[in-house]
């Protein structure tokens, strides 16, 4: 190994990816004074982050205190251990709830990272022990993306989480899909309208969610003079005896070694895209065609990891989304569409089989679990009728407009009657019949004697309010009737390197291996594959990147610590 090779790079960090753990992770280790070097397989950085809702799960934040919301450490503890129980140690929680506020204060302060409180957004399982009904997640604001220059056009881009172009937070958008039974709610979110016509008229570049996460993020890269490689894969770990010194990348083609002389922490994303990978480790959904992953993540870190004795965990789970496939487009996760009244979710037979309101990963658990007798619940069939569709976005449309060539596509199916519609998607027809008409009885008194749906905090928030008596239930009852199929998707996997509290990559026998580092979805999950409510992937994951750069950072000025 020739650490005096032309061609080498050195850096006391190497930081392998460049979602929102990444940026991260690279700005705390450089507020500390360390030398930062953040490689990039793919041409473009932010990863899956770039192309999320943006939205943080980041307990007792700051900003969520100052704006009235009570919590406490018992509270969360409580329900995190009540979820997690022995998939993960009491140790990975505390560290998360006592840095989590620590790293946003510290972005915040180090003008990298501006959030605002998602007060009305509940956890995802508000309803147990030590649940919240909000204020536990966090959301970019909205950014002046002009601010990066033409480093904003090597930002990745995905496929709008609003229609007709509408820049909004999370929140703002949560108002606006309402707008149509509240008409009120304009006045809440009346600055969506401004931004987005800047945008049209005069390229201003006002970006919200996760592109608005990635570009404050790597904006402070830019002021903290962070280099970031783009088109560069890892190609395996460098080791000195049983520590690891840096990593050997292909850039542009050239391979190069970047020598770390303090540690090497990988957040180069899961194994989604890896469909050798899904089966070896038996993820329930083997194939790749449903994940909404970026196509970079095939498991390059947890691979290298694995070539230098580390251990991993929970490599089975992925953070399920149930997914359409639109024909020529990419994979689209469906959230809040489950929520609102007017629709149902089916199986091949017509029958119902969960409370389709539920959060998203507890969806698609129901889905594959119905799947499992008789092989009749993967496709399912989203089935609404026409009020349901003037009234609420779906997809990226808006209320009441469906592009005709998704019609033509396949991808949505319209019919006169519910019966027809059974007929056109290959759906039982008497059991779809029977369904709407128990469906609509239970939708007229508010109470779904079937499945609980509307009886739950988060079924709530994603409901319509002006409904009665049940926010989430109303008859199917309108002309024409609409049909979508609906796949057991992800985000991406869950599993990967098993890590300590301190973000320590262990090997198969526990011990730490000297040098290395993991975080994001390159590590195990470090709530056991628990998702506590909106943002439960990329805050706690972001959290964990700073706690290894604050780590790896005591390791610098005092080497015994590592």
Not at 323 to 342: A, D, S
């Amino acid at each position: 190994m020739d650490r005096d090779n032309a061609t080498a790079q050195h850096a006391d960090i190497v930081v392998v990816g460049s979602g929102a753990t990444g940026l991260t992770t690279a700005l705390t280790a450089r507020l500390r004074g360390l030398t930062v070097i953040v490689t990039e397989k793919a041409s473009t950085y932010g990863g899956t982050s770039a192309i999320s809702g943006g939205v943080m799960w980041i307990p007792g934040a700051s900003v969520a205190a100052s704006a009235g919301v009570k919590d406490s450490e018992t509270a969360i503890t409580t329900y995190l251990q009540h979820h997690s129980g022995d998939r993960t140690e009491p140790q990975k929680i505390t560290a998360l709830l006592q840095n989590g506020p620590q790293m946003l204060d510290e972005l915040r302060d180090a003008q990298a990272l501006t959030v605002e409180p998602f007060l009305s957004f509940p956890d995802y399982q508000a309803d147990t022990p030590g649940g919240m009904a909000g204020g536990r997640s966090v959301e970019p604001k909205v950014f002046a993306a002009a601010k990066l220059g033409p480093e904003f056009d090597h930002q990745r881009s995905g496929t709008a989480l609003a229609p007709a172009g509408l820049v909004g937070t999370m929140a703002e958008l949560h108002t606006l899909a309402k707008v149509r039974s509240q008409p009120t709610a304009l006045r809440k979110v009346w600055k969506v309208a401004p931004r987005t016509a800047w945008n049209k008229i005069a390229r201003r570049r006002y970006v919200a969610n996760g592109v608005s996460l990635v570009a404050q993020l790597r904006h402070g890269l830019t002021k903290h003079d962070i280099p970031l490689w783009l088109n560069t894969t890892l190609v395996e770990l460098l080791q000195e005896g049983e520590r690891v010194v840096g990593v050997r990348v292909q850039r542009d083609g050239e391979p190069i070694d970047i020598f770390a002389s303090t540690a090497v922490i990988l957040t180069a994303g899961g194994f989604e895209q890896n469909a050798n990978m899904r089966r070896e480790y038996r993820v329930r959904v083997p194939d790749t065609d449903t994940t909404s992953g970026v196509e970079t993540n095939t498991g390059d870190a947890i691979r290298a990891g694995l070539a230098v004795g580390a251990d991993v965990g929970h490599m089975t789970k992925a953070w399920w989304a149930p997914t359409f496939l639109p024909p020529g487009e990419k994979p689209r996760i469906c959230i809040f569409e489950r929520g609102k009244p007017g629709h149902i979710i089916v199986n091949a037979k017509g029958e119902r089989y969960a409370n389709e309101a539920q959060p998203y990963g507890s969806f698609v658990e129901a889905m594959l679990e119905a799947d499992e007798p008789s092989g009749s619940a993967v496709p399912s069939y989203m089935i609404f009728d026409n009020r349901y569709r003037s009234r609420y976005p779906f997809y990226h449309w808006l209320p009441g407009r469906t592009p005709q060539r998704f019609f033509d596509s396949g991808f949505i199916t319209k019919a006169a009657t519910v019966g027809e519609l059974a007929h056109l998607m290959g759906i039982d027809p008497n059991g779809l019949i029977n369904t709407v008409s128990r469906f609509n009885e239970m939708a007229k008194t508010g109470s779904d004697a079937d499945f609980g749906r509307g009886s739950h905090a988060f079924d709530r928030y994603s409901g319509d309010p002006v409904v009665a008596p049940n926010p989430c239930l109303a008859p199917l009852a309108q002309a024409p009737f609409y049909a979508v199929r609906l796949y057991p998707g992800d985000l991406g996997t869950c599993g990967g390197l098993a890590i300590n509290e301190h973000g320590q990559v262990l090997d198969t026998q526990g011990s730490t291996i000297p040098g290395l580092y993991a975080a994001g979805n390159s590590a195990a999950s470090p709530l056991g594959g628990f998702y506590p409510g909106a943002g439960g992937t990329i805050g706690p994951n972001m959290t964990f990147g700073y706690i290894a750069a604050c780590h790896a950072a005591a390791a610098h000025r005092s080497p015994q610590a590592s």
